[in-house]
């Protein structure tokens, strides 16, 4: 699968953070449009059309709350001038007209916009992956993910111990609609394609931090939708070759 790599990142994707390493972030800017735009945006599209059972998961129960997301998203882009709602669909800014498709509301967004989108729901005690738009999948599978618990999902997460389960469960409890948090990652990487999917059984090759020549890091979001009461994950992936990744550490 193609790569699509960035001119510049922002934030500093190389300073440490302890986990979970959330800090706030105001709602206006929590969508974010980069100069990969165009070509990520042509990958999503394809990847959709050709793979959809791979990188989207839903069912009847999530729809209110995919309804919802997708309200908030259009809310928030009538606000820019880079898109225009007009015709019952958005302008994007790489010239494509999307429809607002009220009833298949992940893939519309996953047209839309850069960002994959996790759909979690309070059930049992516990936020469950009940939909998702996931183009973009960073050494995971989106089908072994659907349908469980936070606990299951970070299973694979060497660092994910039972005080970060705790933290992460209280921060999903705590985030309040309106006032989204938000925190970074970054791994080094040997191919910059933005496509990479990988089962838990399947071992990670080994990457040479000191010599591999791409750093993709995600800026990771959770918020609130006041009227489902779900909790959004969104992903924002940059990949950036080693050299520019660098620069922008200082």
């Not at 059930?123 to 999948?137: N, S």
């Not at 938000?182 to 080094?188: D, E, Q, S, V």
Request: glycine share 4%.
């Amino acid at each position: 699968m193609k790569s699509v790599t960035q001119q510049n990142i922002p934030y500093d994707p190389l300073a440490e953070k302890s986990l979970p390493g959330v800090a706030p972030l105001a709602l206006d800017d929590w969508l974010f449009i980069d100069d990969a735009y165009s070509g990520q945006m042509a990958l999503r599209c394809q990847l959709l059309s050709i793979r959809r059972k791979e990188v989207l998961v839903a069912n009847n129960s999530v729809l209110p709350a995919a309804r919802e997301l997708l309200g908030l998203v259009q809310d928030l882009l009538s606000k820019r001038d880079d898109f225009q709602i007009r015709d019952g669909g958005i302008l994007c800014p790489d010239g494509r007209f999307v429809d607002l498709n009220h009833d298949d509301p992940l893939k519309t967004l996953g047209q839309i916009i850069q960002e994959d989108l996790c759909i979690l729901e309070k059930i049992a005690g516990q936020h469950v992956l009940t939909g998702a738009v996931l183009c973009f999948p960073a050494s995971w599978s989106l089908s072994e993910k659907y349908q469980k618990p936070l606990t299951a999902i970070h299973r694979p997460v060497t660092e994910y111990d039972a005080n970060i389960a705790r933290r992460v469960q209280r921060l999903f409890d705590g985030v309040r609609s309106g006032s989204p948090l938000w925190r970074k990652n970054a791994l080094w990487y040997e191919d910059p394609s933005l496509h990479q999917p990988r089962v838990e059984a399947a071992q990670r090759n080994y990457v040479d931090a000191k010599t591999a020549p791409f750093l993709r890091t995600e800026r990771q979001c959770i918020l609130r939708l006041p009227q489902s009461d779900a909790v959004i994950f969104s992903i924002h992936t940059f990949v950036m070759d080693r050299e520019r990744a660098l620069a922008a550490s200082g």
